[in-house]
């Protein structure tokens, strides 16, 4: 698809004519009001507990003067709850928000895709504690140091409130938070175990197979004796997870840009946590019961329009989405016109796909679709932002499918895509 062939307000060729799209909010219109918002609108999660579950949608700015952005889609206003610079949580706060994660305690977290020579300031993950109740402005957002730096992107809970991370960087490593209170949120972050994904010996990177999890700092989030520990500019102390996990005793497996992060619960009560590693165009899949690592997809997996390896079509997998039947989104990190969103077919559920399919295309001239999220409400209606265009107008797109009339319900994903009409059952 030619870059720019779409309007900017509707991006998306789409995979089926019973899907529509509109833009619902943008950055001018926001500019407009008078309220700060410097772009590069990325991932998105939603008020997932609580009386108004679903009502908010949180994305973040990922530029030198990060943010969190709150859009209320009963009213259609979006206002910018926290912003840098400020004098906290800490001198040179922050940059490149990426991450996005509503926690089990009505609370947000965000964290920097960043990182330079130690010390420094950045790879911090933070969590905006009054996410619904802020006024534009008003958002309280607190360092949580008890989790080892990095550069953040994806961020997922498990059933028992394990919190995984990831370090974004040829070379990084898959990451697990286990607080030592894992169901008080007052608490959650006041001191846990920080543990790395080790498949064999953690030195054959994009390992498969059976893992382990190496703990490197104790139950406070001190590092463990070997461990590495830098004072940052702020006078803060932290554990340094990237050089911490290259020593020998504490060494995870190397990943190619590992990047966004989802969890899927099986019919058994497995939890499975998918990761998507850009530069070597593939997806894994780690179940969290059995800790075996596996190629969920890459460019081997079979395209369902051709029946042959998807090859290169499939370039640079980068956020993750999981619809309301389990069904895994692999959403690339690709210029307009040739970003693609995929549908990975997993019917089995062993967590290896059997085939990818086309969902949508983007096509504005030089932005990335990014932050996919199926609304929790309503399994027919999805967002996605369309980040840094050309024209520096950032946008959230709703996706919805529109159901026959006199069907029950027509799911975004699912049979859709492979040439059926997928509706849910009555009764």
């Known amino acids: 698809m030619a870059a720019g062939s779409l309007p900017e307000t509707a991006p998306f060729r789409l995979s089926s004519p019973l899907f529509s799209q509109r833009s619902v909010a943008d950055r001018a219109t926001q500019l407009a009001l008078g309220q700060f918002n410097s772009g590069s609108w990325d991932m998105i999660d939603t008020n997932r507990t609580g009386a108004d579950a ?49 926690t089990p305690f009505g609370t947000y977290l965000t964290a920097e895709e960043s990182w330079g020579s130690q010390p420094q300031p950045d790879g911090r993950l933070f969590e905006l504690t009054n996410p619904v109740s802020a006024a534009a402005g008003a958002g309280t957002l607190l360092h ?18 394990n919190l995984y991370f990831i370090d974004e960087l040829n070379g990084g490593s898959i990451y697990k938070y286990s607080s030592a209170t894992p ?6 972050f006041n001191g846990g175990v920080n543990s790395v994904l080790r498949v064999g010996d953690g030195f054959t990177a994009n390992a498969t197979g059976a893992a382990t999890w190496v703990a490197f700092t104790d139950a406070t989030g001190t590092g463990l004796a070997g461990a590495v520990t830098i004072t940052d500019p702020n006078g803060v102390v932290s554990v340094d997870g990237r050089a911490t996990t290259n020593v020998a005793a504490f060494k995870g497996t190397d990943y190619q840009r590992p990047e966004d992060l989802e969890i899927q619960t099986l019919a058994n009560g497995d939890q499975v946590l998918y990761v998507a590693t ?15 690592v596996q190629t969920f997809l890459s460019r081997a997996t079979i395209d369902t329009a051709t029946g042959l390896a998807v090859g290169s079509a499939l370039t640079n997998p980068d956020n993750l989405a999981i619809d309301a039947d389990g069904n895994i989104y692999v959403i690339e990190d690709q210029p307009g016109g040739q970003a693609d969103i995929w549908f990975a077919r997993d019917a089995n559920r062993d967590g290896v796909a059997e085939s990818v399919s086309r969902w949508a295309t983007m096509s504005t001239v030089g932005a990335e679709p990014t932050g996919l999220y199926f609304d929790v409400t309503n399994p027919n209606i999805a967002f996605v932002n369309v980040q840094h265009p050309d024209s520096g107008v950032d946008r959230l797109i709703q996706i919805s499918a529109v159901p026959e009339p006199g069907t029950y319900a027509l799911l975004l994903g699912g049979l859709v895509l492979v040439g059926g009409i997928a509706r849910r059952r009555k009764g």
Request: glycine residues 6%.
């Open 144 to 161: 949580r140091n008890a989790v080892a730096r990095v550069s953040h992107e994806g961020l997922a809970f498990d059933k028992n409130n």
């Open 183 to 188: 169901t008080n949120g007052a608490t959650y």
């Open 54 to 102: 679903g009502r908010y949608l949180f994305t973040v700015l990922e530029t030198a003067q990060a943010g969190v952005v709150r859009y209320d889609r009963q009213t259609g206003q979006m206002v910018t709850l926290w912003n840098s610079p400020t004098a906290a949580p800490a001198l040179n706060s922050a940059v490149a928000f990426d991450a996005s994660r509503w």
């Open 278 to 292: 850009t530069t070597t165009h593939e997806v894994y899949s780690i179940n969290l019961a059995t800790n075996q």
